[in-house]
């Protein structure tokens, strides 16, 4: 079982679309983090969120942190080709060790010219 | 951010040799670095937590003395795989953390990928 699950697992778009990438967990994590990761290399760290209800702007990606941190969104606004790539969450438990981190199931991002 | 190097970036190997995978971190004290192996369009699966000094802690299902785990001083991790065969084939990356720093971000290397023939 997934500790955190990702939605959707693959997506595909036009160039100019939005879309929303859905993180979600029935624990709660202290931090939680997005990543993108393309082909070959490793992930790159996107955002870091910390606190509840939590909503940081990275140009035309804008990422929220729930209230009772158990779920994360990543909203792309008018995609681009250069957004493909595998996007990964992974949080720190609150009642777990402060050293692992856990992955989320990724979401594999097409954006289509 | 911090940086964390991997070497190499790409091995091949033939079956039942051994290949050595580095981590380095360049600017800051690693005391807990992990590994990774991932498959095509996965997510990042937890193979060990390799601890400065001390013997590393392997997932479920890992087999220790396949995927040798030395962590010898603040800035360097290896990883061996021994007696490599063909479904040892695969994407691996480490990350590191700067433990003391809240919320302890990750830093990845940018991953090996080792194919076994």
């Known amino acids: 079982t997934q500790l955190l699950e990702q939605s959707p697992q693959f997506l595909s778009i036009q160039e100019g679309e939005n879309l929303t990438v859905y993180c979600n967990s029935s624990s709660v994590f202290s931090s939680l983090q997005w990543y993108r990761q393309e082909p070959g290399e490793g992930p790159v760290l996107l955002v870091t969120v910390v606190t509840g209800g939590e909503v940081k702007k990275l140009k035309r990606l804008t990422f929220q942190f729930g209230d009772a941190r158990k779920d994360s969104s990543l909203h792309i606004t008018a995609a681009q080709t250069g957004d493909t790539g595998l996007y990964l969450c992974?949080?720190?438990?609150?009642?777990?060790?402060?050293?692992?981190?856990?992955f989320g199931s990724g979401t594999q991002l097409t954006v289509l010219p | 951010g911090a940086v964390v190097s991997q070497h190499p970036s790409r091995v091949i190997c033939k079956s039942g040799t051994s290949v050595k995978i580095e981590c380095r971190s360049l600017?800051?004290?690693?005391?807990?670095m992990f590994w990774y192996r991932q498959f095509p369009k996965q997510s990042l699966m937890l193979m060990a937590t390799s601890n400065e000094g001390s013997k590393a802690t392997y997932e479920q299902g890992v087999e220790k003395d396949k995927f040798l785990i030395n962590h010898a001083s603040l800035t360097l991790s290896t990883l061996t795989v021994t007696s490599a065969h063909p479904e040892d084939s695969s994407f691996y990356i480490c990350?590191?953390?700067?433990?003391?720093?809240?919320?302890?971000?990750?830093?990845f290397g940018q991953g090996t990928r080792l194919t076994v023939v």
């Open positions: 990350s590191a953390r700067v433990i003391r720093q809240r919320p302890t971000e990750a830093f």
């Open positions: 992974a949080g720190d438990l609150s009642s777990g060790s402060a050293r692992q981190l856990t």
């Open positions: 600017d800051f004290q690693a005391t807990t």
